[in-house]
């Protein structure tokens, strides 16, 4: 019975040895100067099948469900794993990019993250973040930036997502918000449009005052136009209608049409009379008759 106890013990041994413990860039976390010295040893949290993170027997640590070595301290830890690639779904794949902002890595010592054992902050709100108390509690917990584990993996809310990416902003196309976003391209893209905007109500108003508008001036304008030719017409008329009264008061004897002029040779005294009857015939009435000069009479006497 002893002797198949201390095989079973060989065999739990041997496993753990050939597992190894990796950090995330690789390193045997075993072969580390504090292992050599004897202050650490680090072992798979499961002998079964498989990958397993690994934690510090030395110190009494605790191997969490989540993948998280907890400390007697009540520090959380990202530790080592053993696959040597960290592709093993069973590595928690947190806190290891070297991606570091230059003041958690003076928190750090200034060591890379892939590096080293990394502590793990647990935020008020349940979320994690990287680094010691006072940098993760200012730096990551304080402005909403942790993140949750989820099957090994850190799980970042929509909101922490977009913050983390490129400061640059996408585009959509308000064409919005639009930002609506365009949305257009959208800085978050604007909605594409679909359709013609409708025009607003004030619009709309606006273009029926203004062809209401525009018929009643034309109706005006055109009103203005026929009085005024059917007064210039009149004007006309009764210009003409003057001209012909005036013409015929200062020569009485002018005929309101002009007849051809008379034969060269002079007209004799019963044509003459024949003429002037004819004449006085057509003439206006409000005209007055003149009398002939006397000569006109003493010349009709001695003819007749």
């Not at 106890?5 to 753990?16: F, R, T, V």
């Not at 100067?33 to 680090?42: E, H, L, P, Q, S």
């Not at 909101?159 to 639009?178: E, K, R, V």
């Not at 006309?236 to 012909?244: E, L, V, Y």
Request: charged share 20%.
């Amino acid at each position: 019975m002893l002797a198949r106890l201390l095989i079973l013990w060989l065999q739990h041994a041997s496993l753990a040895v050939q597992a190894g413990c990796y950090l995330p860039d690789g390193t045997d976390r075993n072969a580390r100067n504090d292992t050599i010295a004897g202050k650490t040893r680090y072992e798979p949290c499961s002998t079964g099948a498989g990958h397993s993170m690994c934690y510090n027997t030395k110190d009494g640590d605790t191997c969490v469900e989540d993948g998280l070595i907890y400390n007697p301290g009540g520090q959380l830890w990202r530790e080592s794993c053993t696959d040597p690639t960290w592709q093993a779904p069973e590595c928690l794949k947190v806190c290891y990019d070297d991606q570091l902002s230059p003041s958690l890595l003076a928190d750090e010592g200034g060591k890379r993250m892939s590096s080293i054992d990394m502590t793990i902050e647990k935020c008020h709100d349940g979320t994690f973040c990287c680094g010691g108390h006072d940098y993760a509690q200012k730096n990551c917990c304080a402005l909403g930036k942790g993140f949750s584990i989820v099957n090994r993996t850190a799980s970042y809310s929509s909101s922490t997502a977009s913050s983390t990416t490129s400061a640059i902003p996408s585009f959509t196309a308000t064409l919005t918000t639009s930002t609506d976003h365009a949305s257009s391209p959208t800085a978050s893209a604007p909605s594409s449009m679909t359709g013609e905007p409708s025009p607003s109500p004030n619009k709309k108003s606006a273009i029926i005052g203004g062809s209401v508008g525009g018929v009643v001036g034309a109706s005006i304008l055109l009103a203005i136009v026929i009085c005024l030719r059917k007064r210039y017409g009149k004007n006309r008329a009764g210009s003409q209608i003057w001209f012909d009264h005036e013409t015929a008061r200062q020569d009485p004897m002018k005929p309101a049409v002009e007849l051809p002029s008379p034969a060269a040779e002079l007209p004799s005294p019963e044509s003459e009379q024949l003429s002037m009857r004819k004449h006085a015939a057509e003439l206006p009435a409000f005209i007055e008759r003149t009398e002939l000069p006397a000569y006109r009479e003493n010349q009709w006497s001695k003819v007749g």
